[in-house]
Every structure is written in structure tokens, then in C-alpha cells.
């Protein structure tokens, strides 16, 4: 196959930090040249239609885990109006297998690849850091409907459908097998246990109603501008504590920071809170998406809460990096315990995660530190990043990382899968938790503390 080059126009006046999809509601429009030749402008192009950005790679295990599926549900709902437009991440190394590989997987739709891998244009105009990367853009308006897990697995059709207006046909997802393996029981493949009610739904109603809180609009308008103040940071801590004493410490200050909001699909109000916790008597530090409103919200307040569901107002952004997923809010509260932040992390150390995983409230797990690295040496303190190899999921986001002196070292970012070989070969399979150092988050404190005083 011959190299493909692509030729790539953005369509934004924005820096990088601020396209990583700062505003929810809005996708970022391109224009791009395709694998074969055509040109495409998104989303002028799918007018009419109900479109999905697809990011993926050839050597992305759990990419291509979601393919039969994804062409199954593109063959049954193209006629109705559903398109998908793939970004391949495939470097030039790679490249060259890509047009066969989409041959053999059944893939008909246009794909783009301009060979650069993890520094793909697109892949940076999106702020895409893990693959599969997937959003829903309603081509008229270019408003993003969904992303991420809603666009994975047996979410993928019914928010397809919801997003074209179709009634919900309940057809299960295609799901992957290894030739000769056995068809998988329910026996073998246990479903998680379902999360218990959350009591916050309740308190959150009433809460926003004294109109204490940043809306959706004040915080899409401070993530952009934020309302610099001064924050004071506690000392750093040098006594030694058993992992018992730090289970006690994190439990005691773990804060949840999200939205309560009205969702667009169904009209009813929904929360979406993660982690968070104090830097200082009255601010919160967190994950940058975190913060960010999400895709489907219609109209949305910023809450943060501690475990005894005790709703503090949120007064302002303090601070907000994109690229270093870190943000600081200013809260109204009394009796908040401010962590201390350590900026110096040493591979093998002990860590430890209080979080509430997959809304699973109050797991404690310990680790160590796996590894202290950089995704982009350009670009400084914003990149720098931790591995750990305690235990978080969706929904641990933002929730602090400690030390065995209960210092903060870092908060939960992401986590990463990767396998060897794609299905249905079998290949090694490696989880990577990765979390942003304190040592970033004492950074955006600087700033913002610089830009108070001036």
C-alpha cells in the first residue's frame, strides 16, 4: 500500500489546551483529506445525519474488540441516518496494513490517517488520549450528543437510536469469540453488582435551588477565563502512618465533585460525580473533566459534597489545565480537610486510593508506584504523569492518590488497556492506572496564586 498523506485544515482559532472539547456541547469542525481521496469537512458534510468520530488503531486490542459490533449497528442504522468517519491512529510504521485490515473487517466507512500516530492533528484537536475515542455529533447543529462508554459495548445502539429518534429495538451487541472457544454463560461472565441508589440526587435538588452554585454556563465560561484567588496550601506531612491510619485519613477527606443536571435525552435529572479533595479550607482540587458539563446535559450545576452528602456551593474556577487534567474550585465550606500536596515521588514508594469505583461508594486499595513519566517532553509540567498499581474505575476520577505519610501525590486521571495482539488472538494484556502528579497540581496553584496578586 503506498504512504497516504493527508492533508489536514482546522477549522478553530483555538490553542490546544482549549480544543480538547472545552465546550461540551459543540464538536470540533475540520476539514481532511481520506484514505481514498476524498475530501471531507466535518461536520458541514453529515448534515442531516447523526454522526460518529471514531479514534482507533489497527494495534488497539480493545478497538478492534468493538468492531463487530460497531458494523453491525452502522449496517442497520445507516439507512435511518446514522454515519461513522474513523480516525486511525496508526503511525507509518502501521500504516501501510491499514487499507487491508479495513477490507477484511467489514469497515464501510471513510477512514482519515495522516501517520503520526499519537500526535495525529485530529487526535490533538479532540484531545484524545486513550483509544477507543468515540463521539456523537448531530451533523445539522455540530452538537455533541455523546462520547466515551456510551458509544461502547451494548450502550452503543440505544444511544444511537435515542440520538436519531428511534424507538429503543433492544437488540443485544454483536459480542466477540475466539474460534473454538465456548459461547460464555452468565455463570462465567458474572455481572457487577448494581450500585445502591444514590441519596445525593435528593439533597442536590434542593441545594441548587438557593442559587449558590456555578451553572453550566458560569463554568464553561471560567474553565476558559478562570476566577484566579489566592490559595493557601497545607505542610507537607513527614510522619510515617500505617496503611490503616491512611485509609482513615483518605476516607476522612474524600470529597465527590460533578454535575447535577437535566439530560437532554430524557429530561430528567441525573448526577455525574467522580472525586475530588481540599488543598485548602474552601478549595477543592479535582480532574479538569471532572469539571467539564457533560455531553448530554441540558442544563447543569457544579456540586461538590463529602460522604456524609453535606452540599458545599461552588463560587468559582480557580484554576483549569486541559492538558494536565487538573482543576481548582473555590467552595463555600466549614470543616473541609486540607491535604497536603508532595511534590517528589520516587519509583517503588507505597501508594494508596480511597475512590468510589463504578459509583461503588468507599474502596480502599494500596500499590506502589510503577513509573513517573512524560506523554509529551514539549510541553512541561502539563504532561507529566504517574502510574500506579492501586485499584480505581469510572467514576474514581479526580479522587486523591497518597503517600504512606498521607501527603496527596497525585489524582486519579485515566486508565489504559493494551493487548499484545488484537482479537481474537490471544496476546498479554496490561492495565495501566494512571494518575496526574501533585507536582502538576502545585504547579496550577502557582499560577493561579501569581495571577490573585496581580
Not at 466515551?148 to 435515542?162: D, I, M, N, Q, Y
Not at 443536571?261 to 479535582?286: E, Q
Request: glycine share 8%; proline share 7%; aromatic share 6%.
Amino acid at each position: 500500500m503506498k504512504r497516504i498523506l493527508i492533508s489536514l485544515t482546522l477549522l478553530t482559532t483555538s490553542c490546544f489546551a482549549q480544543s480538547a472539547i472545552s465546550d461540551a456541547d459543540k464538536a470540533q469542525s475540520f476539514e481532511a483529506i481520506t484514505t481514498a481521496g476524498a475530501k471531507v469537512n466535518f461536520p458541514a458534510d453529515y448534515k442531516g445525519k447523526v454522526v460518529m468520530l471514531d479514534f482507533w488503531a489497527t494495534w488497539c486490542g480493545p478497538c478492534i474488540g468493538e468492531l463487530p459490533n460497531l458494523t453491525k449497528v452502522h449496517a442497520d442504522l445507516q439507512p435511518k441516518g446514522f454515519e461513522v468517519l474513523g480516525i486511525s491512529l496508526d503511525s507509518e510504521r502501521t500504516q501501510d496494513k491499514l487499507a487491508q485490515f479495513i477490507k477484511d473487517k467489514g469497515m464501510a466507512w471513510p477512514q482519515i490517517c495522516d501517520g503520526k500516530g499519537w500526535e495525529a492533528e485530529l487526535g490533538k484537536l479532540y484531545g484524545v488520549r486513550a483509544i477507543p475515542a468515540c463521539f456523537l455529533v448531530d451533523g445539522t447543529t455540530g452538537k455533541l450528543l455523546a462520547k466515551g462508554t456510551e458509544l461502547r459495548g451494548a450502550s452503543l445502539r440505544p444511544t444511537v437510536e435515542k440520538a436519531l429518534g428511534l424507538p429503543l429495538s433492544g437488540i443485544a451487541p454483536v459480542a466477540v469469540a475466539r474460534p473454538g472457544a465456548p459461547a460464555p454463560s452468565k455463570a462465567a461472565v458474572p455481572a457487577a453488582p448494581p450500585a445502591p441508589p444514590d441519596p445525593l440526587l435528593e439533597f442536590a435538588d434542593k441545594a441548587v435551588k438557593t442559587g449558590q452554585f456555578l451553572d453550566h454556563t458560569a463554568v464553561k465560561e471560567q474553565l476558559r477565563q478562570p476566577k484566579a484567588g489566592p490559595v493557601a496550601l497545607a505542610s507537607e506531612s513527614t510522619q510515617s502512618k500505617s496503611s490503616r491510619d491512611i485509609a482513615r485519613v483518605a476516607q476522612a477527606a474524600h470529597l465527590r465533585a460533578g454535575w447535577y443536571y437535566r439530560c437532554t435525552r430524557c429530561d430528567k435529572m441525573h448526577l455525574s460525580m467522580a472525586g475530588a479533595y481540599a488543598v485548602a479550607p474552601d478549595v477543592v482540587a479535582t480532574a479538569n473533566h471532572v469539571v467539564d458539563p457533560p455531553a448530554t446535559l441540558k442544563e447543569g450545576w457544579l456540586i461538590v459534597a463529602n460522604a456524609d452528602n453535606e452540599i458545599f456551593s461552588t463560587t468559582a474556577i480557580l484554576g483549569s489545565d486541559a492538558k494536565a487534567d487538573a482543576a481548582l474550585v473555590r467552595v463555600i465550606a466549614g470543616g473541609l480537610r486540607p491535604l497536603p500536596l508532595r511534590a517528589e515521588v520516587d519509583l517503588g514508594e507505597p501508594a494508596y486510593c480511597f475512590s468510589d469505583p463504578l459509583k461503588h461508594r468507599g474502596y480502599f486499595s494500596a500499590g506502589i508506584v510503577n513509573r513517573l513519566y512524560s506523554t509529551d517532553s514539549t510541553e512541561g509540567s502539563s504532561s507529566q504523569r504517574l502510574n500506579v498499581s492501586t485499584d480505581w474505575a469510572q467514576g474514581s476520577s479526580g479522587s486523591a492518590v497518597f503517600d504512606e505519610y498521607g501527603n496527596v501525590i497525585g489524582h486519579v486521571a485515566r486508565i489504559q488497556t493494551f493487548n499484545s495482539n488484537p482479537p481474537p488472538s490471544t496476546g498479554t494484556t496490561l492495565v495501566l492506572h494512571e494518575a496526574i502528579p501533585a507536582k502538576t497540581v502545585l504547579n496550577l496553584v502557582k499560577r493561579t496564586n501569581e495571577a490573585a496578586a496581580r
